[in-house]
């Protein structure tokens, strides 16, 4: 939100960005810790969406080929989270598809900017628990970390590196190569693609 915080003290204002230097100081920090710690357990606990339609022919089919893709490799199902301060959150199972890890995803998606220990290619797995609900939410569909993709079979085909058999596997499924964007964009949300059908991936 560009406020400072005791962990954050300084602006992170570049000489170029004018505007954000410009801007008005609203005190060292701008956010007390007490209001901080108020605002950490109110993320902590928001819920996720509920899953929806999880028993349907097309979700069944779209999770096994999200596997058989390899893209679970990286968008681990379930994961546990661990002795955390809060009861509602200790020891919990969760299934927010990531294992919350950097991966080199390849130059396509360098932004030619290093962040801290990550390179300008290594990008942490983000969770796609509420996907489908982006578009209400958020009256759009653009996806990766400038909105570059155009809904969730973009994404996908942008990947690279470590994701690029993944990719590969995807684009190669009936239907979804050069040509084939309605095919994409169906497979993206487990809408079609016969695993048996000619020119599918048999992995």
């Keep these: 939100m560009g406020l400072t915080t005791s962990l954050f003290p300084k602006q992170n204002c570049p000489p170029a960005q004018k505007a954000c230097l410009a801007a008005p100081n609203g005190g060292t920090p701008e956010v007390s810790d007490e209001f901080l710690d108020k605002l950490t357990v109110y993320t902590q606990t928001l819920a996720v969406p509920r899953r929806r339609e999880w028993d349907t022919p097309e979700l069944k089919q779209g999770e096994a080929l999200f596997t058989q893709?390899?893209?679970?490799?990286?968008?681990?199902?379930?994961?546990?989270?661990?002795?955390?301060?809060?009861?509602?959150?200790?020891?919990?199972?969760?299934?927010?598809?990531?294992?919350?890890?950097?991966?080199?995803?390849?130059?396509?998606?360098?932004?030619?900017?290093?962040?801290?220990?990550?390179?300008?290619?290594?990008?942490?797995?983000?969770?796609?628990?509420?996907?489908?609900?982006?578009?209400?939410?958020?009256?759009?569909?653009?996806?990766?970390?400038?909105?570059?993709?155009?809904?969730?079979?973009?994404?996908?085909?942008?990947?690279?590196?470590?994701?690029?058999?993944?990719?590969?596997?995807f684009s190669e499924c009936s239907g979804s190569g050069p040509g084939g964007a309605g095919g994409v964009s169906a497979v993206a949300v487990g809408e079609s693609c016969d695993p048996g059908a000619e020119g599918a991936p048999r992995r």
Aim: proline share 10%.
């Design 69 to 169: 893709f390899g893209c679970s490799a990286c968008h681990v199902k379930s994961l546990k989270t661990g002795d955390h301060p809060l009861p509602e959150l200790r020891n919990q199972t969760i299934h927010p598809l990531t294992d919350l890890l950097l991966h080199d995803m390849g130059p396509g998606l360098a932004d030619g900017r290093p962040d801290h220990q990550a390179g300008p290619s290594e990008w942490r797995t983000p969770p796609l628990w509420g996907l489908g609900m982006i578009p209400m939410a958020n009256q759009h569909e653009h996806l990766l970390h400038d909105g570059r993709a155009r809904g969730p079979a973009e994404a996908i085909l942008w990947h690279g590196g470590e994701a690029e058999g993944a990719k590969e596997a």
